[in-house]
C-alpha cells in the first residue's frame, strides 16, 4: 500500500530511499536521525537544496567533515527542525544513528514546515 507514497518522497527529491544501487525504499526499516535530517532540510528548503559544509564544530558527537549526515545535521539543527538529543562536554549531540519516533518525525515536518506558530 505504501508504494505510491515513497514514490512521491522520491520524485519530489525529498529521499533517495535505502539504497541508490539498486533503489530501494525499504519501507518497513525504521529511520535514523541523520536520514530524517536530510527529509526535514529538503522539505524546508526545497529538493534542490545542498546545505554548506560541515563544519565539526556543532555536535560533541559528529565532528567528521567527510560524513554526508554532519552538514545535514548542522543544518537541521541551525533551521531549528531538530533539537539536540543530549548534550557532552559542554557541547550538543546529534545521536546521528538512534531511530526516530513518530513524535520527533511529526515535530520536524511541523517545525520544517511552519504549521504552528
Request: proline share 8%; aromatic share 12%; with cysteine.
Amino acid at each position: 500500500w505504501g508504494q505510491k507514497w515513497a514514490q512521491g518522497l522520491l520524485n519530489a527529491g525529498l529521499t533517495a530511499g535505502c539504497s541508490a544501487s539498486p533503489l530501494l525504499f525499504c519501507p518497513f526499516d525504521a529511520t535514523p536521525r541523520v536520514q530524517l535530517a536530510v527529509f526535514g532540510v529538503r522539505l524546508r528548503h526545497g529538493s534542490s537544496f545542498v546545505p554548506p559544509a560541515a563544519t565539526g564544530t556543532v555536535f560533541a558527537d559528529m565532528t567528521d567533515t567527510n560524513y554526508f549526515g554532519t552538514k545535514w545535521a548542522e543544518q537541521a539543527y541551525a533551521d531549528g527542525i531538530i533539537p539536540a538529543c543530549g548534550t557532552s562536554g559542554g557541547k550538543p549531540m546529534f545521536c546521528p544513528g538512534d531511530l526516530v519516533d513518530r513524535a520527533l518525525a511529526a515535530y520536524t515536518v511541523v517545525k520544517a514546515k511552519y504549521l504552528l506558530p
